[in-house]
């Protein structure tokens, strides 16, 4: 069930990463994405001006909407897509009640529930959304394109800043589709007036920010407007409810600034569907202890655990004024403006 019979435009998740792709294999889907997609084959990272890495990968840029809805037309015939909301899921051991806008109430053993950030649901089911971390982050994404028209000469470049002052990490460039995308992560005071102003005027934030991109990628505008998200970190806590499942957002979100988001849905998928439904369904009941071993599974809990180890790292040495992280983040702005250029280099480091 979706309220949206086609996904509208979504600022969010708008590269795979290569163990995302091998995920999308292993559920057959990557080569429906491929149409849709930008290719991304090499890496390369600069600081302050400078190039000091390059790294070999398979991702690739892609819309999140062009992403659902693509996947969404690959639903097999056995599958009934339901273009409607839901307003009430009544749950027991048994069998689970899924009431729909308009009235008609249907029923499964099994309710998966994919509601990303909206916690209405999972309240009414007696769970509580944890806020691990108010303001985590910021994202910004727009479009450039050269401004003699001509094309990047890179698949992708990863540019950090890593500077305290403002709290930005780095904006990374990648094609989707013949556009070139750039999305920006930083972690800003609550309301700092830099994200407004680089919203309303996003050359002069670029050059801001970043003044050596152009010596780096070339003369360039901005060709869209300026999408943004405020990412609060948070986790869905309670006793698991006997017959329904969270997965994604719906459980826990992730900081985009890792690149890690479809990395947990796609492994709560994964678990869910290979590791915990065939064996649920070979005996009678869905009660607490099978929804149970699929939130504590190792494998997805080792994803959660490190989406969030990294979304502090990255927090902190951007940030951090400890003496601790002070130390760390002068430690890499020398390794990125004197150490030799090294062909291992990762923007989910």
């Known amino acids: 069930m979706d309220p949206s019979p086609v996904c509208p435009a979504i600022f969010k998740a708008e590269k795979i990463e290569p163990d995302q792709v091998a995920l999308l294999r292993k559920f057959e889907l990557m080569d429906s994405l491929l149409p849709h997609a930008g290719s991304i ?48 899921i009544t ?41 691990i971390q108010k303001q985590q982050s910021v994202a910004l994404g727009f479009t450039i394109a050269r401004v003699d028209g001509s094309p990047f000469s890179f698949d992708s470049v990863t540019y950090y800043s890593v500077s305290p002052r403002l709290g930005i990490d780095y904006v990374t460039l990648f094609p989707i589709g013949r556009m070139m995308r750039a999305n920006l992560f930083a972690f800003p005071e609550t309301n700092d007036p830099w994200v407004r102003e680089f919203i309303n005027n996003p050359m002069e934030g670029l050059q801001k920010c970043f003044p050596e991109l152009e010596e780096v990628i070339g003369n360039i505008k901005v060709t869209s407007k300026v999408e943004n998200a405020v990412i609060h970190l948070y986790r869905t806590e309670g006793e698991p409810p006997p017959g329904v499942a969270l997965v994604g957002d719906a459980c826990e979100n992730v900081c985009p600034s890792t690149g890690m988001g479809l990395t947990k849905v796609f492994t709560d998928v994964d678990v869910l569907s290979s590791e915990c439904v065939p064996s649920w369904f070979g005996t009678s009941g869905m009660g607490v202890e ?60």
């Open 91 to 131: 749950n027991s051991t048994d069998l689970q009640r899924v009431l729909l806008a308009g009235g008609v109430e249907l029923t499964c053993r099994l309710v998966v529930l994919a509601c990303g950030l909206n916690d209405s649901l999972p309240l009414s089911l007696g769970l509580k959304r944890h806020y």
């Open 290 to 349: 099978k929804v149970a071993g699929f939130f504590n599974h190792p494998r997805k809990s080792g994803v959660d655990a490190t989406a969030l180890q990294n979304a502090f790292y990255r927090r902190q040495a951007s940030i951090g004024r400890s003496l601790r992280w002070r130390i760390h983040r002068t430690r890499l702005h020398m390794s990125m403006r004197f150490k030799k250029p090294s062909a291992i280099v990762s923007d989910r480091a």
């Open 41 to 88: 084959r090499e890496v390369r990272a600069y600081y302050r001006g400078r190039f000091f890495g390059a790294s070999t990968t398979e991702q690739y840029g892609i819309s999140y909407a062009d992403m659902v809805n693509v996947l969404r037309a690959r639903l097999p015939s056995t599958v009934q897509f339901i273009p409607k909301r839901v307003v009430r």
